[in-house]
């Protein structure tokens, strides 16, 4: 047994002698994919702020607005950025609650809509439509439901996702209540704080009254739990 260790040993020195700096560890690769990540800017300061410049390609980002609102808007904003850059957008709506009457018609015209009757339902279709090149932007609206609708997804299959939005460098953003999956990327809080007179306000002041901050770490700590039990 010693003897078998010992060779095995030896044999990763030698390894290591011939390849030299062609090996990385998995913690120096996983640095320099965070360096070199790319990222799309909202048109959102503070969003942006909270993200380090922009939404990260390749990866999940959650949206979590609960009793605070503001999800709407920041979807609003980011569909009128897509339409700008002329960017095809899916959004993948559970419980139908989408009104397009409460959007530009312009901001309308890149947008693929797709009614789910469920979270599980949902994830099987952006896990189908993130290998389209087509589209590099989704909108997955898990506001309507509850986080026992979800839970049901397994881990693999987030993993799936997001290796298929690492390899075409798109974009998933999850509107939810609450915490979602440990496979997101970023976990912000959206909050909007309105009085009876902000009823008469435009869409660009409310905007501006957005405020933004990282999840707590309750709620990432849950979405981790219910990962674990996923995978176990």
């Not at 030698?14 to 996983?30: F, V």
């Amino acid at each position: 047994m010693n003897g078998t260790g010992t060779d095995k040993v030896a044999a990763l020195a030698a390894i290591r002698e011939q390849l030299g700096s062609r090996i990385t560890s998995g913690s120096e690769l996983l640095q320099v994919q965070e360096t070199r990540e790319v990222r799309a800017a909202t048109g959102l300061a503070g969003l942006n702020e909270q993200l380090g410049g922009g939404l990260p390609k390749g990866q999940f980002t959650e949206i979590l607005s609960g009793d605070h609102g503001g999800g709407g808007l920041v979807m609003a904003a980011l569909l009128a950025r897509a339409r700008r850059e002329r960017q095809y957008v899916m959004l993948l709506d559970v419980g139908c609650c989408f009104s397009p009457e409460s959007f530009p018609e312009a901001d309308l015209e890149g947008l693929l809509w797709v009614g789910c009757s469920g979270a599980g339902e949902a994830v099987e279709a952006l896990d189908v439509a993130s290998r389209d090149e087509n589209f590099s932007l989704f909108f997955v609206d898990l506001r309507g439901s509850s986080s026992s609708d979800w839970r049901g997804v397994r881990a693999n299959q987030w993993q799936r996702i997001l290796g298929q939005l690492r390899q075409r460098e798109s974009v998933a953003i999850l509107f939810a209540n609450e915490a979602v999956t440990s496979a997101s990327k970023h976990r912000i809080r959206v909050g909007l704080a309105l009085q009876c007179d902000d009823l008469d306000r435009d869409r660009e002041q409310l905007l501006a009254r957005l405020r933004f901050e990282p999840a707590r770490g309750s709620e990432v700590d849950s979405s981790r739990t219910v990962a674990m039990r996923q995978v176990g």
